[in-house]
């Protein structure tokens, strides 16, 4: 069985404060992927970014970045200088390498950014 | 817009009435994804196609539920007889078959 475990339900910072969303994930395939959307008020949920199990390379765009690793089985990601903008509810999801893409997701983390 | 787009925005039916619910999937994607949101927590998936063909359904899916994508293009959703329990934001999201989910902006569903 899979699940992702965000442990933050709610997150609040003042705009140009870096904050980083907490994901940890279950799973006993050696091959898998991890994803980040992004959930505004409008509904739609926003793909930022996917990761698979053997690229352990933290990655950065612009002001986003993410921390993969595997030995403590997270997937974090971190806003920088973050911006009223960034005011939405992001998920972390998983995917087994089984060519479904019936994506398992956390809970979600909302992220309140105050002007 | 070329996006995954859902009709209705919003739903609000009575207990024991039927709905219907429609996604028009990005053109060239093969797959088309069915997933429930409940408030407060993350999306749950209910059921996929490769073109017309339903793949995997959840155990989440009911006798009550049934999904259809007749030409391989867009997809419907049914829900029988509904129940309060099946309130919730059903979203869409349509795919190459290695490619990325995008998600449309869903149908949220009020059972009264």
């Known amino acids: 069985a899979q699940k992702v475990t965000q442990a933050q339900t709610e997150i609040s910072v003042v705009e140009k404060e870096d904050v980083t969303l907490d994901c940890v994930y279950e799973t006993r395939d050696t091959t898998y992927y991890l994803f980040w959307y992004k959930q505004p008020p409008s509904g739609e949920l926003v793909f930022l970014i996917r990761r698979n199990s053997f690229d352990e390379q933290n990655e950065i765009s612009g002001r986003y970045s993410w921390n993969f690793q595997k030995s403590t089985s997270s997937f974090n990601f971190t806003i920088t200088a973050s911006q009223v903008v960034d005011s939405a509810v992001y998920f972390c999801a998983l995917d087994m390498d089984t060519g479904r893409r019936a994506l398992t997701f956390g809970s979600g983390t909302r992220l309140q950014v105050q002007p | 817009d070329t996006g995954v787009s859902q009709d209705p925005r919003h739903k609000i039916t009575k207990r024991g009435q039927n709905v219907t619910f429609r996604c028009d999937p990005i053109s060239e994607h093969n797959r088309l994804y069915w997933y429930r949101q409940t408030l407060g927590q993350g999306p749950e998936f209910l059921t996929y196609?490769?073109?017309?063909?339903?793949?995997?359904k959840s155990r989440l899916l009911s006798d009550r539920f049934s999904a259809e994508r007749p030409k391989g293009s867009f997809s419907t959703l049914e829900i029988q007889r509904t129940e309060q329990g099946d309130s919730a934001m059903y979203l869409c999201?349509?795919?190459?078959?290695?490619?990325?989910?995008?998600f449309g902006q869903g149908t949220r569903l009020t059972v009264v």
């Open positions: 196609f490769q073109n017309e063909a339903q793949l995997e």
């Open positions: 999201a349509s795919s190459f078959s290695t490619g990325n989910a995008f």
